[in-house]
Structures are given as C-alpha cells and as structure tokens.
C-alpha cells in the first residue's frame, strides 16, 4: 500500500472503529436501562427486604452468565470477530447451542433447589431456573452480532427485551412477589431470544455443544474459571454481607450499585464490542493494541467518576422517588462504590487486551487475585464496618488489582514482540 493509499485507510478505519463502538455503546446504554427499569421498579414495589431477595437471585443469574459466556461465546468473539460469513454462521450455530445447554442443565438444578428451599428464597430461584434458558441465549445473540460487527442487530435485540419487559413488569407489580418479578424479566428476555433467530437466521444447535467445547477447550476452560472467579465473588460478597450484616444491606449495596448502572452495565458487558475490536486490531495493527487498551480503561473509569460526582448532588428528595426507602442507605456508600467502579474501569482496558492476545493464563491469574482480594475486602471491610466498610474493602480492592491487570497485559506483549504467535483460528 502507497503512503497515499495508508492515509486515506487509516482515517475511514478509524470511523469503522467508532462507527462499531457507537453501536456497542448504543447497545449497553439499551441494556443498561432495562436493568435499570428492572432494579427500580422491585425496589420501590417490594420494599428492602424483597428487593434483597430479588437481589441474590441476580448475583446468581450472574454466575450462571459467566458460565455460559466462558463456555460458549468468549470463544467465539476471540476466535470468530472478522471473520467470513461461512465461517461466522457455522461458530455462532454451535456457540448458541452450547448457552441453549448451560441454560437448560443449570436451569433445571436452580429449579429444584428452589423448590427444596422454599421460603422467600426458595420461589425466586425457581422462577430462575425456568427462565435461565431465554436468558442465556438472547445474551449469547448479543455477543454473535458484535464478533460479525454488526452492533446494530445486538441494539435492537435489547430494544425488543426493553419493550416487552413493559407489560411484563406491570403484570408482576399486580402479582406483587419477588418470583412474578423474575418471571417477567425472564420472560421478556426469552421473546428477545426467539426475535434473536429471526435476525441472524441461525437456530442455536444444541448437538454441536460438545464438538464446540472441545474444540475451544484450550480458552473456554480458562475462561470459565476466570468469568465464575467474576460472578462467583459477587455472590460470595452477597451472600457473607447477608449472613454478616443482614439482608438487607444486599438490598442497600445492589441499590447504590443500581445508581451506577449505566457504568456496571457496560463493564459487566465489555467485552461484547472491546474484545471483538481489540481482536481486530490486533490482526490489523497490533502495536496499537496497547494504547487503545489505555484509552479504553481511562475513559471508563473517568466516566464512572463523573457520574458518581453527579450522583452526589442528587437531593434525597429525587432520591427517594427513584428508590424509595433504598435511597437513604445507600446515599451514604456512593463514594466508595463509584471507586470502586471506577478502579474495575482502569482494569477492563488491560482485560480486553489479554483476551485479544488470547492470553488466558495470564488473565485467569489476574482474576483469580481480583476475585480473592474483592471477597477479602468486602467481606473484611462488612466485619470491621458494616455495609459501608464492605463497600471500601471492595473499593480498595479493584483499585489494586487493576494495577496487577496491567502488569499482566505490559508482560504479555512485551513477549508477543519477542516471540510472535501463529494467527488464531478462524474455521
């Protein structure tokens, strides 16, 4: 390519960069607001108790995301971003099936556990287990569309959720219990599911789950460790504060977290559009991998600090209308939340970047840290402190293990450049 040639390539790449992350960034904000809705809405029709409840039921939710997405579609993004269509359709029909299969297998044992424990408890998980499988695979259609670059499918895949949750929520506010509340969200999300095989016109394959996990075992295996380490914390975090404090003081951190959505929502998502894109660019212009991770990382957690310092200006009185009894408790830990977010923020960028590199030792070593330092400091911080000191045990926490991230990522392509790697596979 002649210098004329690479200056006028470089300028509409960058647009097709921008042009994908306006997209992903389109798509979370969707998201976002829907979790948003979902979280507000318990809230003030339940009460802090209930919502508490509601609240172990979406740690769990969580985890069992975490399963599917390191099993079944961080694979796909790491090995299928860019590729051919052929190529794209075949992963995407067995990358689907595989979050068809955690759905169905983790589902039915939410449900029979729920049903054992009964209680408050007890309903809500089963309602979970019910609707895990149309949870996990309209999850997995999102991460499809962004691998293909089409970041506009993954959009309007969310909008149709947001609109059907609608009526969904009013029917469980009429029904008034937490199981109401999880069944229409799931429900909601099972339409977007279904609405998700009209799009892409792949039908989830489940027969092809095993010969997926076979052949992607080398990352998915890490990465399911490295994902549940994610979740799995959380909900250890959840369910110590529980014991340790009460629960609800699940309620008071999930509902100061709920202020900070926009930004938990986009960092429990990022790798739908930053992995994707890092994985490009490193087939592309691998030395600019690193500075786009730094860009990434800095401006998330300056995000994530500017919307705490706003939040800090909220009166008690929109407050309160937002999350009605919540709001008093959980005012009092927006500073050591958003720093928190803030510290998680600087970390993805290095994140991104390991899973681009395919890297999984080094990011499984990095999680596996940040999840022991998150349960140690939020679990340490609830026993010296109460429901504030657990949320600066976990601030403390995610500030350092994101300087260890980026250790991590500084070594790993330090030693690509020395020792350059086979290109991933694509078929």
């Known amino acids: 390519m002649t210098t004329g040639e690479e200056k006028t390539a470089r300028p509409a790449a960058r647009r097709a960069i921008l042009g994908r992350l306006s997209w992903g960034l389109a798509d979370q904000a969707a998201s976002s607001l829907s979790n948003f809705a979902v979280g507000i809405y318990v809230a003030r029709s339940l009460g802090l108790t209930a919502f508490g409840v ?9 985890v069992v995301l975490s399963v599917s997405r390191g099993l079944a579609t961080d694979p796909l993004v790491v090995r299928f971003s860019g590729v051919s269509d052929t190529s794209w359709r075949g992963a995407v029909a067995r990358s689907s099936g595989t979050a068809l299969g955690v759905g169905v297998v983790i589902g039915a044992a939410c449900l029979v556990i729920g049903l054992a424990l009964g209680g408050r408890v007890g309903p809500a998980f089963a309602g979970l287990g019910l609707m895990l499988p149309g949870l996990l695979v309209q999850d997995a259609w999102r991460y499809s569309f962004f691998a293909a ?3 506009q499918k993954a959009f309007v895949n969310d909008v149709v959720w947001g609109v059907a949750l609608v009526p969904a929520m009013v029917v469980a506010a009429r029904v008034g219990t937490v199981t109401a509340f999880v069944l229409a969200w799931g429900a909601s999300a ?38 549940v380490g994610v979740s799995g914390s959380s909900q250890l975090r959840a369910y110590g504060l529980g014991a340790i404090v009460g629960v609800s003081a699940v309620g008071v951190i999930r509902g100061a977290e709920l202020l900070l959505g926009p930004f938990l929502a986009v960092l429990m998502g990022l790798t739908l559009v930053t992995v994707a ?16 991770c730094l860009y990434l990382g800095a401006g998330q957690a300056a995000g994530a600090l500017l919307w705490g310092a706003a ?3 909220v009166p008690d009185r929109g407050g309160e209308f937002v999350l009605g009894d919540v709001w008093s408790s959980a005012s009092a ?35 596996l840290f940040a999840s022991t330092c998150y349960v140690g400091g939020g679990l340490g911080g609830a026993l010296i402190a109460g429901t504030p000191g657990s ?10 293990s994101s300087a260890v991230w ?18 991933v596979r694509t078929q």
């Open 277 to 292: 894109e890092a994985a490009r660019m490193l087939r592309q212009a691998p030395d600019r991998l690193g500075r786009f």
């Open 190 to 227: 099972t339409v977007a599911a279904v609405y998700g095989c009209f799009q892409s016109g792949i039908r989830p394959r489940l027969t092809g789950a095993r010969d997926w996990l076979r052949e992607h075992r080398d990352l998915s295996y890490r990465y399911l460790v490295e994902n």
């Open 391 to 400: 949320a600066w045990g976990v601030a403390t926490a995610s500030l350092c």
């Open 149 to 151: 670059g089409n970041g």
């Open 333 to 367: 830990i927006i500073v050591p939340v958003t720093l928190g977010v803030a510290g998680a923020g600087i970390g993805t960028g290095a994140a991104a970047g390991l899973r681009a590199l395919a890297a999984a030792r080094r990011s499984l070593r990095c999680q």
């Open 406 to 423: 980026w250790l991590q990522l500084r070594s790993a392509l330090r030693e690509r450049r020395q020792n350059p790697i086979p290109e």
């Open 311 to 313: 939040l800090l200006l």
């Open 54 to 62: 509601f609240s172990l039921a979406w740690v769990t939710y969580g």
